[in-house]
């Protein structure tokens, strides 16, 4: 069975750094395209950083150049160091692994950041 489990969150002040991990198993994490994402307060999931099989490694436009996503294939485990850390960033962060037509979820870590 496959299993994903997020950890890193905490609050933190603005300015302030957090990282993030997602550790899987029952599986090789190192065939999955693998997801960070977040959902705010009463916002919907929008999609954070991603990192394929391959090391390839995407953003979006928030978090680019704060945000590095990054696996190592030996742990089975994915991370987002997270920087400069803003109130906007405030939300449930969760990993998604995906291959083909499978797709798994962790169960979200929360990140709060406010002074």
């Known amino acids: 069975q496959v299993q994903l489990v997020e950890s890193g969150g905490g609050s933190v002040q603005p300015g302030g750094s957090l990282r993030l991990e997602c550790a899987a198993s029952g599986t090789r994490f190192s065939i999955y395209t693998v997801g960070w994402y977040r959902q705010p307060p009463g916002a919907q999931r929008e999609l954070v950083a991603t990192?394929?099989?391959?090391?390839?490694?995407d953003y979006a436009d928030s978090v680019k150049g704060r945000f590095t996503i990054s696996r190592d294939n030996g742990k089975n485990t994915v991370y987002l160091p997270m920087n400069s850390l803003k109130p906007d960033d405030t939300a449930v962060y969760y990993c998604?692994?995906?291959?083909?037509?499978?797709?798994?979820w962790g169960q979200g870590t929360q990140v709060t950041v406010s002074s």
């Open positions: 998604n692994g995906s291959r083909g037509i499978w797709s798994y």
């Open positions: 990192i394929t099989t391959d090391g390839s490694t």
